[in-house]
Structure formats: structure tokens, C-alpha cells
């Protein structure tokens, strides 16, 4: 295998036949490395559906060597025939990790991104930026296979918030509902990624645009701040639940900033950790604030820093404590941390990032270190643009270099881990009407070692060989794993939801695990929901040279043995097309094969009733011109819903 190489041009123009070599670029001078005559990126777009693909996956083979290997293999990536096609020059893989930039581009502007359960990435953009654009989009990029489908949206979710639900479906809340002012949008939709479809559900009491959403223990999501239908800020929290859907409004004592930096701590409390300089708590039962418990070291608002919950780990008696960096414009390096199992937490100042950063992003690695990366010196200045990036070790507190991106990273860029712990880094968007294409990959250091020649080669990574794919909180649970000897630790990552310099879902609890049977490891998994949420989360091993394996995903819940109804709808039998003030006839049915269905959640959205509780709800009317997705969720007696409720469109026409 012969990571290291990078191709410069993958494409081939015109000639897709041609047999002549591509190019190969070796910054080190370390690797003999050659290609086969005819191995081709094609991109093939079906412009009604939006539908960009390429095949098939190009392959490298060593000179000296047998094997071929995908550039997905060659770089410890996943990602199929995305073909790297620069990096650069001087970078160590070993100790600095290595870019790479994709050979195909993301085709709407990525400005809220979050992993889902299926491995896929959920891209919602909705009018991109741009006030003449009255089409809203939405996309799913498979990192396996480099498809991205792009879908039309019923209205704009620009810059909305969005975090999972427990069933792994995401809730996209607010957007916008005009420019110049920007008026915030009450609507509130679910993305299903089994169906991979969208639907809306209840309508928050007021408008939401760069509102944050955090989960709760319960697993109830909460939104905070955000501008309103009318351009004021919304000082209220509103609490979403499926059974009962947006709970009354509990007005602040205080406005916070746009898109709040909020962390779930582990007694069940929010907390605010940033823009502004004072750190407020957020008691979920009570629904009140606590205001000013922590000061910041820093005396000015670190606008567009980033802050990140490190990691949870049994063995410190999960121990909660916050990084605090960047942001402010010129931008600061500095960071902070404050330790909120403190009797009278205190931000302190800890080592600083090699550079200052504005529209930065922080990604947690199944390691536990921090990528930094990405924002500038001067805001939305891409000739001010902090290239390099940072890993930070909480352990130490130190910081060490993380290779260079290629791409100016600014307003609106995401960053994401992905299950193969690689971590994908889209957008930049600091001019209306365009925005950075170009997608590239970083791979840590930890996927690189050496061979005794000194060349660099992958790093040889622990496997699961199998996992449950759902544990209850408390319960052990087994892991098999030929590596069970050489496992260091055990991880859940949350997947993320980034958005803005902040990353409104990731977390990592570390479990403690001890070796059962030869390959296999009993753990056990978080305690509580304030630990960790429930949800879906990526289950990672890393051995004892501090490699991660490619991730399962593990469904975290309160009820493990229960299996969720299914829900059906009978009447309408299939989509709709009727008429303005017209009327359909609404009525379904569940089955729950361990229990007994206890309710159900119909929302019809303009409809007349707007929601009902009711199995067969009858006629609803639609006054209003659109299209309208109705949905029906079923609920048992142990609590569970039906993770892919059943829908159905209704159009409304004059």
C-alpha cells in the first residue's frame, strides 16, 4: 500500500479513454508509485434530480507490489473514489496527518451539516445565501459511494438550528423568513434518513434564525435564541417533544447572542459557554437560568470561536470541562478551559492555537483530541485565512500541528468526524453568490506510521467485528474485536451538527471495558442520559499506539429491549392532489409486536385541525395554495415511537 501520494488530476479532461499516466505528485520523494493507464472519475449529473455520482471508485497499484487498493484505502478513508488531488508540500502524515481534497464538489452551499445514523451526511442549505434565490435546497452526501443527491425544500431553513432526535431522525428548526433585515422563520421540520425525506412538524411560538438546538437527557430538544418573525431576538426557550410537540415559552432573563454555544452537562444542565464573556446555566426542570456563574478570560465576546465539551470519562469521574477559542475580529489564538464540577467553576487561560481564528470550526476525534481548524485573522478575509490547523490534547493541554488545508475555510464552512475517523471539511461562503466547492478530507496522524525503511504506511487499526446495535443505559454489553489485547479504549462519539464555528450535537463518552472471552471486550455503556443523550452514537476502539478503528453505530436508549410500533396510514392509500378549502379523510393504524400502542401523533401542516391524537382523525381541511407532507407518529406502552413514521403529500391547487 502506498499512502502518502496524491493525485493531481484524476479527471482526464475530454480523453476518458486515454491510456496515458496521470499525474503523481510526492512532495517527500518517498514512494515509486504508478497508475493504471485507464482508472476514471466520472461525474454523472441528472440535472431534474440533481443527482451527482462518480464511477467507478479509481484504484493504485505499488510498483514492486501486488495489491490494489482504492485512494479510500490508501488514505484510511471510506469515501470510495473520492480521489485526493493535492496536499501540501512539507507535510508529515505521521505527525501532522495529510489533506486531501476530493476530485468531485459539493453542489449547493453546505451551510448546516450533521452525520446520521446510516453514515450518510445530511446538507442543508436552503436559499444558500442568496436573497434572489427562491428555490431551497437540501442534499445527502454518501461518503461511501460519492453520490450527493440535492432535494427541493417547501421554505427557506437558511441558517436554522438542527440536532437529532433519539429515533436518529434530525429536527431542523426555524431558517429564515426574509433578508436584509433577517426575520426568523416559526417552522419546524424532521429529516428521516430511512426515507430520506422531510416533513414538517409543530410551529414553534415565534420565529427562529440562528437559533441553537440541544438535547436534553430526556432526549427532548431544546432551542434558544435566534431572531424572530419580526427581527427581534427571541429570548425564549421552547422545548420539543414528539408526544406533545413544542412545549410553552420560558423567556430568558437575559438576549443571549446568535447561535449560543450550549453544552448538556452531566447533572442535566445547559450550559451557556460563549459568545459573550459571562457563562450562564440552564436548569431544564426548573426551566430557569442561573446567570453569571463564570467569567471569561478573555474581556471580549469571542464572536465565531468555538468551544467544545472535552471528553467524559468514567476513570475522572466524568468531569466536565469546556474549551474556549478564537473568535473576535481581528481574531484572538487564545483559548480557555473551565471545569464545571468546580465548586466555583473559573474560565482559566490555557496554552494558545498557532494561529487566531474568526468562522472557525473544533471537531473531537475518537482520541479526545481537538482539531482546530479553519476562520481567519481578519473576518471573512480569505487573505488573512488560518490554513494551518491545531490538535489540541486535553490531557496535557498542549497543542501540536495539524497539516495545512488547501482552501480558505471562512463564514459558513462545516467540519465533520466521519465513522472512519477521518474528519470532512466543506463551504466558505464569505461573498454572497458564491461559495468554496471543493470538499477535502483530513486524516489524522494516527491513521500513518513507518515501516522499517522509513516509509510511511497505514497504521495498522483495531476492527469490531461485531457490536449490538442498540444497549440500554448502565447495561454491558459485548464487543468482538481481534485486537481485544491491544484496546487502550473505548468510545461513543455523538455524531455532529456544524454549523456557524459551532458544532451543536458532538460529545464523547469514554466506557470502561475490561476483556471477556478471547476477542472480545465486555463495556459498559453511560449511565445516564445526561451523560450522554439518547440517540445514535459511533462506537469507536483505539489501541494502544492510539489508533481508532471505523466506527459502528450503537442506538443509546432507555428502553433496549423494546421494538418501536409501526405506524400506518390507511386513508388517504396514496399522495393527494385537491383543491383550495377542499377536505381529506384521514385515518390509520399501528402494530407493536412486544406491547401495546398507546397513542398517536398526527400534524397537518395549514390543515383545519393542525394536529390530532386521535388513530383515524377524519376530514381535515386545507384552506391554503402548497404542498403539504402529513405525518402520523405511533407510540407504546414502554414510550418508543415509530422511528419512520408514515407520511403522505398532499398537494392543495386553485
Known amino acids: 500500500m502506498c499512502p502518502g501520494k496524491n493525485i493531481l488530476d484524476m479527471s482526464g479532461g475530454d480523453d476518458a479513454q486515454s491510456s496515458s499516466s496521470h499525474t503523481i505528485w510526492d512532495p517527500a520523494g518517498m514512494f515509486n508509485l504508478s497508475l493504471p493507464p485507464v482508472f476514471q472519475t466520472v461525474l454523472v449529473v441528472n440535472l431534474r434530480k440533481e443527482e451527482f455520482m462518480k464511477s467507478p471508485i479509481p484504484s493504485l497499484k505499488c510498483a514492486g507490489g501486488n495489491a490494489f487498493v482504492t485512494l479510500g484505502t490508501l488514505f484510511g478513508l471510506t469515501i470510495g473514489g473520492g480521489a485526493a488531488v493535492h496536499n501540501a508540500a512539507g507535510q508529515s502524515p505521521v505527525t501532522n496527518g495529510m489533506w486531501n481534497t476530493l476530485s468531485y464538489t459539493m453542489p449547493i452551499n453546505p451551510i448546516h451539516c450533521s452525520v446520521m445514523h446510516t453514515g450518510k451526511v445530511l446538507v442543508v442549505a436552503g436559499s ?156 431544564p426542570t426548573t426551566k430557569s437560568w442561573t446567570m453569571n456563574v463564570a467569567h471569561t478570560v478573555y474581556n471580549k465576546n469571542r464572536t465565531y470561536g468555538s468551544t467544545v465539551l472535552l471528553p467524559l470519562r468514567p476513570e475522572t469521574g466524568y468531569i466536565p470541562k469546556v474549551l474556549s477559542m478564537g473568535g473576535d475580529d481581528p481574531a484572538t489564538a487564545t483559548a480557555e478551559i473551565i471545569d464545571l464540577s468546580a465548586s466555583t467553576p473559573t474560565w482559566r487561560s490555557t496554552a494558545p492555537m498557532s494561529l487566531p481564528r474568526i468562522q472557525m470550526n473544533a471537531v473531537i476525534l475518537p482520541t479526545g483530541k481537538v482539531l482546530a481548524l479553519g476562520g481567519s485573522a481578519i473576518n471573512e478575509d480569505p487573505n488573512t485565512a488560518s490554513l494551518a490547523a491545531d490538535l489540541f490534547d486535553p490531557v496535557g493541554e498542549t497543542w501540536a500541528p495539524a497539516g495545512v488545508g488547501e482552501y480558505p475555510r471562512l463564514y459558513h464552512s462545516v467540519a465533520l468526524l466521519l465513522p472512519d475517523a477521518t474528519v470532512w471539511v466543506a463551504g466558505s461562503n464569505p461573498v454572497r453568490g458564491s461559495y468554496e466547492e471543493h470538499m477535502e478530507i483530513y486524516s489524522p496522524a494516527y491513521l500513518f506510521t513507518v515501516d522499517g525503511s522509513a516509509k510511511v504506511i497505514p497504521a495498522p487499526r483495531p476492527t469490531i ?87 459502528k453505530f450503537v442506538h443509546l436508549t432507555s428502553v433496549p429491549k423494546d421494538r418501536p410500533p409501526e405506524g400506518e396510514i390507511t386513508s388517504p392509500a396514496q399522495d393527494l392532489t385537491i383543491g383550495v378549502g377542499q377536505s381529506v379523510d384521514f385515518a390509520g393504524r399501528a402494530k407493536d409486536r412486544d406491547g401495546v400502542v398507546t397513542g398517536y401523533s398526527w400534524i397537518f401542516p395549514s390543515g383545519t385541525p393542525s394536529k390530532s391524537s386521535v388513530r383515524s382523525p377524519g376530514l381535515v381541511r386545507f384552506k391554503e395554495l402548497g404542498t403539504y407532507v402529513v405525518s402520523m407518529t405511533a407510540f407504546d406502552d414502554a414510550g418508543a415511537n415509530d422511528p419512520s413514521p408514515p407520511t403522505r403529500t398532499i398537494v392543495v391547487e386553485p
Open 465 to 551: 467485528t461485531s457490536a449490538p446495535t442498540e444497549v440500554g443505559y448502565g447495561a454491558k454489553f459485548n464487543i468482538r474485536t481481534p485486537n481485544s489485547t491491544d484496546v487502550s479504549s473505548v468510545v461513543f462519539v455523538k455524531p455532529g451538527s456544524s454549523t456557524h464555528s459551532f458544532d451543536m450535537e458532538q460529545r464523547l463518552v469514554s466506557l470502561a471495558f475490561q476483556p471477556g472471552a478471547t476477542g472480545t471486550l465486555k463495556a459498559s455503556a453511560p449511565p445516564n442520559g445526561s451523560m450522554a443523550p439518547p440517540g445514535y452514537y459511533m462506537l469507536f476502539l483505539i489501541n494502544q499506539a492510539g489508533v481508532p478503528s471505523t466506527a
Open 128 to 283: 444558500e445565501n442568496d436573497p434572489d434565490e427562491k428555490e431551497y435546497r437540501a442534499a445527502v452526501w454518501d461518503p461511501g459511494t460519492g453520490t450527493i443527491v440535492v432535494q427541493d425544500l417547501l421554505w427557506d431553513v437558511f441558517c436554522n438550528g438542527m440536532a437529532a432526535l433519539p429515533d436518529g431522525r434530525w429536527v431542523i428548526v426555524g431558517g429564515n423568513e426574509q433578508y436584509d433585515p433577517f426575520h426568523g422563520e416559526p417552522r419546524a421540520t424532521v429529516f428521516d434518513p430511512a426515507t430520506e425525506k422531510f416533513n414538517e412538524v409543530e410551529s414553534m411560538a415565534h420565529g427562529r434564525w440562528y437559533a441553537t438546538v440541544t438535547e436534553l437527557s430526556d432526549g427532548s430538544l431544546m432551542a434558544f435564541s435566534g431572531l424572530t418573525e419580526t427581527g427581534e431576538f427571541n429570548k425564549s426557550v421552547e422545548i420539543y417533544a414528539l408526544a406533545t410537540g413544542w412545549s410553552a415559552e420560558y423567556v430568558a432573563p437575559w438576549t443571549s447572542p446568535l447561535y449560543p454555544r450550549l453544552h448538556l452537562l452531566p447533572d442535566g444542565n445547559v450550559f451557556y459557554a460563549a459568545e459573550g464573556t459571562s457563562s450562564n446555566l440552564f436548569n
